[in-house]
């Protein structure tokens, strides 16, 4: 069986940080391309960034500079480095495993991806 689990998310002021993991279990994700989503209450689910299986990454816009999505193979993990938080990232983030050589770039963060996990909620708030 193959899941995805999300951690590290929880309440930080803002301009502070978080670092959220995607763990695999049942799954090899060095050879997955990583895709890093969000969710805001009301809100469509958008995407944040993503790392291709050979480790190059792409951000959306409203997160460059800001985010860093990582991967350690060592421990089956991908990160997601949250810096300089606003109200603007609240959110349940997800990750997501695709079977795919693409690069990262926005065609990746538009594809159909394999394996979701169960999602992480973010809150920004003083």
């Known amino acids: 069986q193959v899941l995805l689990v999300e951690s590290g998310g929880g309440l930080v002021q803002p301009g502070g940080s978080l670092r959220l993991s995607c763990t695999g279990s049942?799954?090899?994700?060095?050879?997955?391309?990583i895709g890093w989503f969000r969710q805001a209450p009301g809100k469509e689910r958008e995407g944040v960034g993503c790392i291709s299986s050979d480790g190059s990454t792409y951000y959306t816009d409203s997160v460059k500079g800001r985010f860093t999505i990582s991967r350690d193979n060592a421990w089956n993990t991908i990160y997601l480095q949250m810096n300089s938080l606003t109200s603007e990232d609240i959110g349940v983030y997800y990750c997501?495993?695709?079977?795919?050589?693409?690069?990262?770039?926005?065609?990746?963060?538009?594809?159909?991806?394999?394996?979701w996990g169960q999602g992480t909620q973010v809150t920004v708030s003083s």
């Open positions: 049942g799954i090899a994700l060095d050879y997955y391309a």
């Open positions: 997501a495993a695709d079977w795919t050589r693409v690069p990262a770039n926005g065609e990746l963060m538009l594809r159909q991806y394999d394996y």
